[in-house]
């Protein structure tokens, strides 16, 4: 089955997805950008386009300058077509937005890579904050930035925590009106992007993550039965407008349910038997674990941007609304 990691690299453990290439500790940005395949850039070119005449091509080359064709440095292969006023974030901008960070501020490298043959890039490192609920839950703190060039995303860095006993990836999200820094900053590729600028608008601080974990703990505190379980993933998993809401998505919401019931890893730890933070762990396991992809690394992409990311998300502010 094909990839649409182009390639990756990772520091410790086999990363959930079970992808990429093991780098020892305490690499330099420089030696990750070598070994995560993100040691070129991305160029530009006019687009071109040849006129006809009565169906036959005339031979007449002329410029479309509103847009441009972005293609990759090394192998010259074409990434997208966007227009000239185009903010490209290359790969190299997205190690370099940790260098400090892992010199001078504790944070630790741990992934990056190249999706889609290079129009979607990441790094993630992991922070010095962490939580624990009851039963020595542990939950990690982690900072990813993500680019792509073929415009189905801006470039985003965000929280992002990591559940250590099951691998489990939930961004970190508050409700409104509490939320003292930004716990995700979206740069749109029409501004540049400026590393400083997004440093100090996320407020790399601890505030974000205890505000964050003091949500979690609430959760785990809140009873959940099977019955309430069932009506939550239901309005979760069932596809709008399906003629029979009975049948829709029927195996993703046992399988859900059963991972709340007990089959998920962690379910049943204190923190979790039989509470909300169990039950958001299930849509999470499901997502990231088990949820149908095309392959792995189209789950990653998934759960870390796109409908999988929004899943958990939604599955995590229907259960705060619930506390």
């Known amino acids: 089955m094909s990839h649409s990691v182009e390639s990756m690299a990772y520091v410790g453990a086999t990363p959930w997805h079970g992808l990429g290439h093991a780098l020892s500790p305490g690499q330099s940005v420089d030696v990750w950008r070598q070994q995560a395949g993100m040691d070129w850039s991305i160029e530009s070119s006019p687009v071109h386009f040849l006129t006809q005449s009565e169906g036959l091509m005339s031979g007449d080359l002329l410029e479309y300058a509103d847009h441009k064709v972005l293609y990759r440095s090394d ?9 000239h006023r185009y903010q490209v974030v290359q790969p190299a901008e997205v190690l370099e937005f940790y260098r400090d960070l892992t010199e001078h501020s504790g944070f630790q490298l ?26 020595q839950d542990r939950i990690q703190g982690y ?16 929280f992002t925590s990591v559940r250590v006993v099951c691998n489990n990836t939930l961004a ?14 979206r740069v749109r590729h029409n501004t540049r992007f400026d590393a400083d600028a997004v440093k100090q608008q996320l407020g790399i601080s601890v ?26 993933v239901q309005q979760l998993l069932v596809t709008p407008g399906a003629p029979d809401p ?35 762990n299930a849509v999470t396991e499901y997502v990231d674990h088990e949820r149908r992809a095309r392959s ?15 899943l958990k998300d939604k599955a995590f502010h229907q259960l705060m609304d619930r506390v």
Request: glycine fraction near 10%; proline fraction near 3%; aromatic fraction near 6%.
């Open 246 to 280: 009975q049948k829709s998505n029927r195996k993703a919401i046992d399988r859900t349910l059963s991972l709340f019931m007990g089959s998920g890893r962690g379910a049943d730890l204190p923190s979790s038997k039989g509470t909300a933070f169990g039950l958001l």
């Open 110 to 135: 741990e992934t990056a890579g190249v999706l889609k043959g290079g129009r979607k890039l990441w790094a993630l490192a992991r922070t010095d904050q962490y939580g624990e609920l009851t039963g």
């Open 207 to 232: 505030s974000v993550w205890s505000n964050f974990m003091s949500e979690l703990k609430a959760l785990s505190e809140r009873p959940v039965r099977l019955k309430e379980a069932e009506s939550i």
């Open 296 to 310: 792995t690394d189209h789950r990653l992409d998934s759960a870390w941007f796109g409908a999988g990311a929004q």
């Open 75 to 83: 192998t010259q292969a074409p990434l997208s077509v966007v227009g």
């Open 143 to 158: 900072l990813l930035l993500a680019t792509a060039c073929d415009g189905s995303m801006a470039t985003t860095a965000q």
């Open 172 to 185: 970190v999200s508050l409700r409104e009106g509490q939320r003292s820094s930004a716990p995700c900053v």
